[in-house]
T-cell receptor
Framework: AQKITQTQPGMFVQEKEAVTLDCTYD???????LFWYKQPSSGEMIFLIY??????QNATEGRYSLNFQKARKSANLVISASQLGDSAMYFC???????????FGQGTELSVKP | ETGVTQTPRHLVMGMTNKKSLKCEQH?????MYWYKQSAKKPLELMFV???????ENNSVPSRFSPECPNSSHLFLHLHTLQPEDSALYLC??????????????FGPGTRLTVT
C-alpha cells in the first residue's frame, strides 16, 4: 500500500519569498514516482513537477523544485519567489509502476501575502 | 480544444434523477481516470480505464456507472445518488506503459450537488 502525508494544513508566505511544502511518503514498491499538483479555487488540478525514485538529481521546473530525500522518504516542494497567483491548494501524490494509480495527500493550503 | 475537458462544470440533481458526466481528452493518451474530491478530503480514485478496458474499480457504489467508448472519451453515469455524493468529480488522462510512470493531466472538474 502507498501513503502520502502532508502535515501542514495551511501555510502563509510573503510575496517574493521562498516557501517549502512538506510531503512524506510510504511505499513498498521498488520503483515509484512522486508528483506535486496545484489546485486553485477554480478546482482544476495543475501538474507542477515529477520526481522518479531512481532519478539522481532533484527535479526542477521553473520556480518549482523538489527536495527529494529518498532515505527519509520525503519529497518537499520548494517554491521560490512566491507570487500572489501561487495561492492555492497543493497536493503531493505517489504512483507505483503498476497502472498509474495516483494516491494523494490531504493537501496544504498556501496563502501568499502582498 | 486542448487538454482535458469536462461537461457540465456544475450539476444539481435530485436523488431520483439520472445524469451523466462527460470527459474528453485531446492529448492522445491511452488511460483515463475518474476521481472524487469531497470537501476537506484528499482525492479518491474511483475508476481507471486503460485502452478502453476498466482496470480498477475502487469499491465504488453501483449508483456510479462508468463508460469508456474509446480512449478519448469517458463518461460517468449517475443514478439514485445520495446527498453525500455531492463533491467535485475530476477526470484525468495519462499515457500508460509497462514499468513507466507518467504524470496525469486533469480536467476542470464537475461540481455535483445532490439535493
Amino acid at each position: 500500500a502507498q501513503k502520502i502525508t502532508q502535515t501542514q494544513p495551511g501555510m502563509f508566505v510573503q510575496e517574493k519569498e521562498a516557501v517549502t511544502l512538506d510531503c512524506t511518503y510510504d511505499t513498498s514498491d521498488p520503483s515509484y514516482g512522486l508528483f506535486w499538483y496545484k489546485q486553485p479555487s477554480s478546482g482544476e488540478m495543475i501538474f507542477l513537477i515529477y520526481q522518479g525514485s531512481y532519478d539522481q538529481q532533484n527535479a526542477t521546473e521553473g520556480r518549482y523544485s523538489l527536495n527529494f530525500q529518498k532515505a527519509r522518504k520525503s519529497a518537499n516542494l520548494v517554491i521560490s519567489a512566491s507570487q500572489l497567483g501561487d495561492s492555492a491548494m497543493y497536493f503531493c501524490a505517489i504512483a507505483g509502476n503498476q497502472g498509474g494509480k495516483l494516491i494523494f495527500g490531504q493537501g496544504t493550503e498556501l496563502s501568499v501575502k502582498p | 480544444e486542448t487538454g482535458v475537458t469536462q461537461t457540465p462544470r456544475h450539476l444539481v440533481m435530485g436523488m431520483t434523477n439520472k445524469k451523466s458526466l462527460k470527459c474528453e481528452q485531446h492529448l492522445g493518451h491511452n488511460a483515463m481516470y475518474w476521481y472524487k474530491q469531497s470537501a476537506k478530503k484528499p482525492l479518491e480514485l474511483m475508476f481507471v480505464y486503460n485502452f478502453k478496458e476498466q482496470t480498477e474499480n475502487n469499491s465504488v457504489p453501483s449508483r456510479f456507472s462508468p463508460e469508456c467508448p474509446n480512449s478519448s472519451h469517458l463518461f460517468l453515469h449517475l443514478h439514485t445518488l445520495q446527498p453525500e455524493d455531492s463533491a467535485l468529480y475530476l477526470c484525468a488522462s495519462s499515457q500508460e506503459g509497462s514499468g513507466v510512470i507518467y504524470e496525469q493531466y486533469f480536467g476542470p472538474g464537475t461540481r455535483l450537488t445532490v439535493t
